[in-house]
């Protein structure tokens, strides 16, 4: 199967600053994937090289295994850092100049307003935007031309809760078409609600990717207590699935492996005379992991 | 192609109050500095105007240098106009989108370089319309002959006024902000060539890029005051300026090619 995206070892600096350190990843036709990583990690600077906008030092990539052309960019709806619009122009006339720009036509334009509900303000000038309303006019754009991929960079940044959750509704609707689409954040709940796939950025390297179930479920943690510690962490040691077992003052923290049901391993625990007053199966979330595997990059 | 990015530069510019003004103010202050320059051309003895031979300003063929040398003092305000345009376009970051959505770099620069032929025929559309509406009734004998005569000023003019237009494309791309741009561009014409006069041979002056431009139209009230005016021959000027815009254009266009937008 073609990757939708294939980048092979960028590289970027400005001045002595790595801004992108031999970054490769590979994008499949259908997933959403996330780009994730605190700020300065890279992640801007890698959607502005895939983009075209940025030069890459070294490194190399490609849209649908072409080499990228402006022609392929038009099949790509791109929402950069921040809204680019002309601030004296209507929501209608910026659109009309993106229109142009794809060769898309302008009878969408009040299509994709409606989706991002600016239907209302569209004959305002951007300037009178909030910026929400301005991160929406940019999420309308990347949707004209009816493009094959989204490459969005932060798309809930600034927005209010309601604002977070229409924009992620639009990413869920867009993606249930089959349509590919990559994404920068440097929020955690978002990439875990929203992508299929996640690479992990810190200052310019990639520290792990794969699908986001994968990284969701690695280590979810066990806390459990008892009376007889000794014996229940001796108990422990023997049932399958429960591993990296460690004390912490008084309660047990294991690592616990997906298929482990918390009910049977009480009954077991209980049927060796062990009655836990502590147990707690902790899921993995990616924020727990991105610390974790962050902190183990320092 | 060339529809598409005119399509573009007709939506920035045509909904943009400053275009309107300026061009506005462009047009107000060439047609009113014509009518003003006419002034000069009689004066008054014992309350009578007596017409100065040699400033018959209204009269073709000699309107043409006159109308385009007083033109070309308002060379500034297209520049200026030009100078928004582009960065505006680099300030709100429509070039990247530009970039990102699909257009090649080359084409943020030839979208420019049409907005600047815009500007360029419009002055000098201006001008023509400008010179038979004052040359007409102010020639005796108006022939089609006399009108055409001293034509080459017309497209010495169309020539200058896109050349520095080029100028203000080049401060405005490197420079990136507006009134640090028009600021450099005024310091460059009005200061920085003329000290380079000084060290430079005169023949090599005429190398300079304003110098080459404006030699297409020298001042023709010059010989009134009896001052020696070399013309400069059309052909030179032209090739000069044609160099020049070529070698300008090149680099803005290296420029915008090799570094982030």
């Keep these: 199967m073609t990757p939708t995206l294939q980048i092979k070892r960028l590289s970027r600096s400005y001045g002595s600053i790595r801004a992108l350190d031999d970054f490769s990843l590979r994008v499949d036709p259908g997933s959403v994937y996330g780009i994730l990583g605190p700020n300065g990690s890279g992640k801007t600077t890698t959607l502005s090289i895939i983009l075209d906008v940025l030069r890459a030092d070294s490194g190399s990539y490609e849209w649908f295994g072409q080499w990228p052309s402006a022609g392929v960019r038009r099949r790509i709806g791109s929402m950069l850092d921040r809204p680019n619009f002309l601030p004296y122009l209507s929501a209608v006339k910026n659109l009309q100049i993106s229109a142009e720009v794809k060769g898309a036509g302008h009878s969408q334009i009040n299509e994709v307003l409606e989706i991002v509900n600016l239907s209302s303000r569209k004959y305002s000038s951007f300037h009178t935007y909030s910026l929400g309303m301005k991160q929406r006019l940019a999420l309308a754009s990347t949707l004209l031309g009816d493009p094959d991929v989204l490459v969005l960079d932060e798309p809930t940044n600034g927005l209010d809760p309601q604002g977070i959750f229409d924009v992620r509704s639009i990413i869920q609707k867009v993606a249930d078409q089959g349509k590919t689409i990559v994404l920068a954040s440097h929020i955690l709940d978002e990439i875990e609600k929203v992508c299929t796939h996640v690479a992990i950025l810190k200052n310019g390297k990639k520290l792990t990717s794969g699908t986001t179930r994968e990284i969701l479920t690695q280590n979810d943690t066990l806390e459990i207590a008892a009376s007889d510690f000794d014996k229940l962490q001796q108990s422990l040691k023997d049932i399958k699935g429960i591993s990296d077992i460690a004390r912490q003052e008084d309660i047990i923290i294991a690592s616990i492996d997906d298929d482990v049901d918390i009910a049977e391993l009480n009954a077991a625990l209980i049927s060796k005379g062990i009655k836990p007053h502590h147990l707690v199966r902790k899921k993995q979330t990616l924020e727990s992991h991105f610390m974790e595997v962050t902190r183990g990059s320092q | ?261």
Excluded: C
């Design chain 2, 1 to 261: 192609m060339i529809g598409k990015l005119f399509a573009i530069e007709r939506i920035k510019a045509f909904n943009y109050n400053s275009f309107w003004y300026i061009m506005a103010l462009y047009s107000v202050l060439l047609v009113l500095g014509y009518y003003v320059a006419g002034a000069f051309g009689t004066v008054t003895v014992n309350g009578e105007q007596v017409d100065l031979p040699q400033f018959r300003v209204y009269e073709f063929p000699m309107l043409w240098h006159y109308l385009t040398y007083i033109a070309g003092f308002l060379h500034y305000l297209p520049a200026l106009l030009l100078i928004l345009l582009v960065t505006n376009d680099i300030q709100f970051g429509i070039w990247r989108q530009h970039v990102a959505e699909g257009l090649e770099r080359a084409h943020l620069v030839g979208a420019k370089v049409l907005m600047m032929a815009l500007l360029s025929g419009y002055a000098t559309v201006l001008v023509i319309l400008t010179g038979l509406a004052f040359g007409l009734p102010g020639t005796e004998g108006a022939s089609p002959a006399m009108i055409l005569e001293s034509a080459d000023f017309i497209i010495g003019f169309f020539v200058q006024i896109f050349a520095y237009l080029t100028m203000a494309f080049v401060f405005a791309v490197a420079v990136k902000k507006p009134a640090q741009a028009i600021i450099m561009l005024l310091v460059y014409s009005i200061v920085v060539e003329r000290l380079i006069h000084f060290f430079l041979p005169g023949e090599l002056s005429f190398f300079l890029p304003m110098a080459a431009f404006s030699s297409f139209i020298s001042n023709p009230y010059m010989s009134i005051i009896g001052a020696e005016v070399v013309e400069t021959p059309f052909v030179n000027s032209f090739f000069a300026s044609l160099v020049w815009i070529i070698m300008l254009l090149g680099g803005i266009y290296a420029f915008v090619r090799y570094k982030d937008v």
